[in-house]
Every structure is written in C-alpha cells, then in structure tokens.
C-alpha cells in the first residue's frame, strides 16, 4: 500500500475500466486519504479540526451511461460489478462497500440534482479501515467524477457535504464533516484549519522538510470491534454535556472557563472527562495554528503528546496497540505522538527530527514485534494535493 505515481495509477485505473466496462472512460478523478494533525474528536462538537491529505489516493475513473442504470465496480472489493438503478436507492446501512459511492448519487438527487446512470471504476492506495479515511475519499472521488460527468457545478464544500450525507443518512456511519471537507479542499503543503461550525477554512503552511521535520504515519493494521458503538457514546455524552451546560455545543465552553464547566458537572462525572478533552482539544489546535503560522513547527511536538494523553485518559478511545506506538515514539527521540482519527486501532501520527526518523520508526517496529502484534506500517506524511480532475 504505497503512494504511486499519479499518472501511472490513472494510466491502470484506465486500462481497468475499459477491461471491465468495453468503454474508455470520459476521465479519471482522485481524492487522497488524510491525517489529522490535531483536533481529534472536535469535529461534532462544533469545533475546530487540521487535517492534511495524504500521497495515498483514489481514483474513480467514470464515463456516463444513457439507459440510466449506474454500475461500480472497484477494485479493492471482492464480489465483481455492482448494478444499481439511481431512482431506486434507499438508504441501506450496514451494507457493502457499493453503499458509499451509491450513497452520493442518492445524496444528489436527494438534493435535486440530475444525476443519472454512470459507469464507475474506483482504485486507491488508500489505506482501508486504518483511520485515514478511505470512506471520504471513496466518496469524495465519486462526487468529482459525478459533478463532471452531469455538469453540476458544485463547490468542494458542497462536494464535501453531499458526501458527508452520503455516508450519514446512506451509510450509516454518524462521522463528522472533517473527513470529507479535508478530501475535497486540502492542498499541497497546507494543513487545512477548518472551524466545523460555519465551515470557514484556511490553509496553513505545513512544510516539516524545510524546518528538518518529519511528520510519520504508523498504521497499526488493528481495528478493534468496539469502535463503533464507542463513538456515538461519546458523541451522545458530548451533546448530553453541552445539553448540560446549557451551551449549543463543547465549542462554546472557552477554555478559560473550563474549571467552571467541570464544576457545573459535579453530578455528573461521567461527561467531566468528555467536555475536557473537548475544551483542550479545541484550544491545542489554536495553539498549533499559531505555531505553524509563527514558522515554529517544532512547538506541535508537545501539542501532539498531549492530545494523546487527553484521548488516552479522558476521552478514552486509544487502545494498547496506539498507546505503544505512541509512548514508544516519544521515548525514542520524537518531538511528539498521538493516535489520529476515531481510535481504538487506526494510525498514530510521529512528529520527528529528520535525524532521529529512522531510529523512532525501528523502535516502534522493534516494540510492535516485542509485544506480539502485527508489524505496523510506517510512513512519512508530506501535505499532499486534495480532490482534483487527472485525465485527461
Ligand atoms: P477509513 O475511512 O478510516 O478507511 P471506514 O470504516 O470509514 O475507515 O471506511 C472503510 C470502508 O470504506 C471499507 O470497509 C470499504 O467498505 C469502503 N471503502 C473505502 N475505500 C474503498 C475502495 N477503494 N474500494 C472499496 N471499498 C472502499
Ligand atoms: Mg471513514
């Protein structure tokens, strides 16, 4: 699972399609995975995210069709051609992997677009399953390649919308918009600071290289089951607290206020932790926003170890696997460590000096193979581009 050369990756994704469907397919679109720098669990809290895309891509390569029927084929999934009819879809949760792309032709027309039949061939280096969101990035491909097929000129947000409703309302996974807006609107050697409440963004400049950083992914190839109930608990107790607190949502407790929120929660000691992490997850994104913009990345170091600590002991999604990684990286030299995306399995995310990158990348594997897990995959992250047209 590396990051290929793009026209490469297209030149195949092509070949594929016309093997698969007999057509030449009218383009090919791509949508990269992503990595949160910092802001975990925020992004239904109303508050602020910094994701940035990943080298590792999908394509959806897609010609349209005049008889109506839509027909997805990937080929990262077992069982061959899928045959679907657009005014038939319903949603369907808990189905294969045809559900995300079908969900976004069933997102458009729910939204009155005219989005008819389509040949779809999806490839991705992307990933699947290891927390940098490969499910956007199917979608997000997909919404591209229907905004051009059907001439619907759609902004990226409303690409990354329609893709998040996709996956909520057709899906059924509760995410975020963080996923789909970091596929649709991230850019090469930016880490995009979105505000998940009004939707504003900006592009920061990320360059670890030139500062002689290096930022690593490690896939820890673990997903444990518990996962998905876990996050609509915590999602439901973040709503429960703000419902508490008597606010819209945790984005609105200040982090100066924070002593008096958990005060007010006295009752209730279950939701203190939650509206911690929240408030100081919140606040160490700022606080990473203006280290970056200051030309000071190195700062995100401890920024990066803390989040962890706070997801680790009050938000309480990491697990052993992530722990490791993590606590393992910062022993051996690095700046700072923390598990990345939804947890309980997924990625960690190393921020490095250039000089110490090998010696923390074989500690965390010298470690992994002490423990008894399987080997995990390490990788550097460099900023890459967000969803784009790449043939032809
Ligand atoms: P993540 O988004 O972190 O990779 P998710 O569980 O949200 O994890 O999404 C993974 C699921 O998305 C896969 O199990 C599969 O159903 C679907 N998926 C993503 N990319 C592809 C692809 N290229 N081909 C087929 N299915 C895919
Ligand atoms: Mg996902």
Same mark, same amino acid.
């Given at each position: 699972? /590396?990051?290929?050369?793009?026209?490469?990756?297209?030149?195949? /994704? $092509? *070949?594929?399609?016309?093997?698969?469907?007999?057509?030449?397919?009218?383009?090919?679109?791509?949508?990269?995975?992503?990595?949160?720098?910092?802001?975990?669990?925020?992004?239904?809290?109303?508050?602020?995210?910094?994701?940035?895309?990943?080298?590792?891509?999908?394509?959806?390569?897609?010609?349209?069709?005049?008889?109506?029927?839509?027909?997805?084929?990937?080929?990262?999934?077992?069982?061959?051609?899928?045959?679907?009819?657009?005014?038939?879809?319903?949603?369907?949760?808990?189905?294969?992997?045809?559900?995300?792309?079908?969900?976004?032709?069933?997102?458009?027309?729910?939204?009155?677009?005219?989005?008819?039949?389509?040949?779809?061939?999806?490839?991705?280096?992307?990933?699947?399953?290891?927390?940098?969101?490969?499910?956007?990035?199917?979608?997000?491909?997909?919404?591209?390649?229907?905004?051009?097929?059907?001439?619907?000129?759609?902004?990226?947000?409303?690409?990354?919308?329609? *893709?998040?409703?996709?996956?909520?309302?057709?899906?059924?996974?509760?995410?975020?918009?963080?996923?789909?807006?970091?596929?649709?609107?991230?850019?090469?050697?930016?880490?995009?600071?979105?505000?998940?409440?009004?939707?504003?963004?900006?592009?920061?400049?990320?360059?670890?290289?030139?500062?002689?950083?290096?930022?690593?992914?490690?896939?820890?190839?673990?997903?444990?089951?518990?996962?998905?109930?876990?996050?609509?608990?915590?999602?439901?107790?973040?709503?429960?607290?703000?419902?508490?607190?008597?606010?819209?949502?945790?984005?609105?407790?200040?982090?100066?206020?924070?002593?008096?929120?958990?005060?007010?929660?006295?009752?209730?000691?279950?939701?203190?932790?939650?509206?911690?992490?929240?408030?100081?997850?919140?606040?160490?994104?700022?606080?990473?926003?203006?280290?970056?913009? $200051?030309?000071?990345?190195?700062?995100?170091?401890?920024?990066?170890?803390?989040?962890?600590?706070?997801?680790?002991?009050?938000?309480?999604?990491?697990?052993?696997?992530?722990?490791?990684?993590?606590? +393992? *990286?910062?022993?051996?030299?690095?700046?700072?460590?923390?598990?990345?995306?939804?947890?309980?399995?997924?990625?960690?995310?190393?921020?490095?000096?250039?000089?110490?990158?090998?010696?923390? !990348?074989?500690?965390?594997?010298?470690?992994?193979?002490? !423990?008894?897990? +399987?080997?995990?995959?390490?990788?550097? !992250?460099?900023?890459?581009?967000?969803?784009?047209?790449?043939?032809?």
């Amino acid at each position: 699972m /590396t990051a290929t050369d793009p026209a490469q990756a297209a030149h195949r /994704t $092509a *070949a594929e399609f016309r093997a698969l469907y007999g057509t030449e397919p009218t383009g090919i679109w791509a949508a990269p995975g992503r990595v949160n720098l910092i802001g975990e669990h925020t992004d239904y809290n109303d508050g602020f995210v910094m994701p940035l895309a990943l080298p590792h891509t999908t394509l959806a390569a897609a010609a349209p069709r005049t008889d109506g029927v839509l027909r997805l084929h990937s080929a990262g999934a077992p069982g061959g051609i899928v045959e679907l009819r657009p005014e038939d879809l319903r949603p369907r949760p808990g189905a294969d992997w045809s559900a995300y792309p079908a969900g976004v032709v069933w997102a458009m027309r729910e939204a009155g677009l005219p989005v008819g039949g389509a040949d779809l061939h999806v490839t991705s280096t992307v990933p699947l399953g290891a927390g940098l969101s490969s499910s956007a990035a199917l979608e997000v491909a997909t919404a591209l390649a229907l905004d051009a097929l059907h001439g619907l000129g759609l902004s990226r947000e409303e690409l990354a919308r329609l *893709a998040q409703r996709a996956e909520n309302a057709y899906v059924g996974v509760p995410c975020g918009i963080m996923d789909q807006t970091a596929a649709a609107c991230c850019t090469a050697g930016h880490a995009l600071f979105l505000d998940t409440r009004d939707l504003t963004q900006r592009q920061v400049a990320f360059d670890a290289a030139a500062h002689g950083l290096r930022l690593l992914v490690v896939d820890t190839r673990v997903r444990h089951q518990l996962g998905d109930g876990a996050y609509a608990q915590r999602r439901a107790g973040c709503e429960r607290a703000a419902r508490a607190l008597g606010v819209r949502a945790l984005r609105d407790v200040p982090h100066a206020h924070l002593p008096d929120a958990l005060a007010a929660l006295a009752g209730e000691p279950g939701l203190r932790p939650l509206v911690r992490h929240i408030v100081t997850e919140n606040h160490r994104v700022e606080q990473a926003v203006a280290h970056l913009d $200051a030309g000071r990345p190195h700062a995100l170091g401890p920024l990066l170890t803390a989040s962890h600590a706070s997801l680790r002991d009050d938000f309480a999604v990491s697990c052993p696997e992530l722990d490791l990684a993590a606590d +393992t *990286a910062d022993a051996a030299g690095a700046l700072g460590a923390r598990m990345t995306g939804g947890g309980f399995g997924g990625s960690a995310l190393v921020l490095v000096e250039e000089a110490a990158a090998a010696t923390v !990348a074989k500690a965390v594997d010298a470690a992994f193979a002490a !423990a008894g897990y +399987t080997a995990p995959r390490i990788f550097p !992250a460099v900023p890459g581009p967000g969803a784009r047209r790449l043939t032809p």
